[in-house]
């Protein structure tokens, strides 16, 4: 089946950028798609982009699509300790939706 | 908030029992999505409904089912619980089947003993 893989962990400085990578196997993915989820909490949706895009710029995120390696990523600028929460990385062809596992992201003061 | 609300917030079953959990979608999203997130792992797809049919399913045994309702509330029914089943259980609604956009509810946690 299609996968998506992210690393599980990611530990930065306050004020410093985060950036979370994630690959992906499904060649007909149309959308791709970053999510938060905090403790306890339901996935937050952070942004999404469509599969012929290359960037996405919102605020202090930044996603960044490269197709033909089937990598995403996503920059965290002036990370703050309430980033601090699981990432996810998804992608969609269709109906449903497949996740990678998450990158837990720690924000150090 | 993302108005998607489910109940309720917490569920403890014994094995063999059957469980219902709700959600209530966005008013005007004829879509709902239920996904099942095992401890340290990321949301895994069960199905889709739309306009109160299913439209689309994953890896999931029959003994897994929903129903959705126009009023925007839907179900998702498990029989014969088993203790892998203990999760949490999010649904996610959209504006159409397809869209780019799914809003998530809290989930709900089932513990299966």
């Known amino acids: 089946g299609e996968d998506v893989e992210q690393s599980l962990f990611l530990s930065v400085r306050e004020g410093d950028s985060s950036v979370i990578n994630c690959t992906y196997t499904?060649?007909?993915?149309?959308?791709l798609y970053w999510y938060k989820q905090e403790p306890g909490a339901g996935l937050q949706l952070l942004t999404y982009?469509?599969?012929?895009?290359d960037m996405k710029q919102d605020q202090r995120l930044t996603v960044l699509l490269n197709k033909k390696d089937k990598h995403l990523s996503l920059r965290i600028a002036d990370t703050q300790t309430g980033d601090s929460a699981i990432y996810f990385c998804?992608?969609?062809?269709?109906?449903?939706?497949?996740f990678g596992a998450g990158t837990r992201l720690t924000v150090k003061p | 908030e993302t108005g998607v609300t489910q109940s309720p917030t917490h569920l403890i079953k014994t094995r063999g029992q059957q469980v219902t959990l709700r959600c209530s979608s966005q008013?005007?999203?004829?879509?709902v999505s239920w996904y099942q997130q095992a401890l340290g792992q990321g949301p895994q797809f069960i199905f889709q409904?739309?306009?109160?049919?299913?439209?689309g399913r994953g890896n999931f045994p029959p003994r897994f089912s929903g129903l959705q309702f126009p009023n925007y509330s839907s179900e998702l029914n498990v029989n014969a619980l088993e203790l892998d089943d203990s999760a949490l259980y999010l649904c996610?609604?959209?504006?159409?089947?397809?869209?780019?956009?799914?809003?998530f509810g809290p989930g709900t946690r089932l513990t299966v003993t």
């Open positions: 998804a992608e969609s062809s269709g109906n449903d939706m497949r």
């Open positions: 409904y739309y306009r109160e049919e299913e439209n």
């Open positions: 996610a609604s959209s504006l159409t089947s397809g869209s780019d956009e799914q809003y």
């Open positions: 008013s005007g999203h004829n879509t």
């Open positions: 982009i469509f599969s012929n895009m």
């Open positions: 499904d060649s007909s993915s149309t959308y």
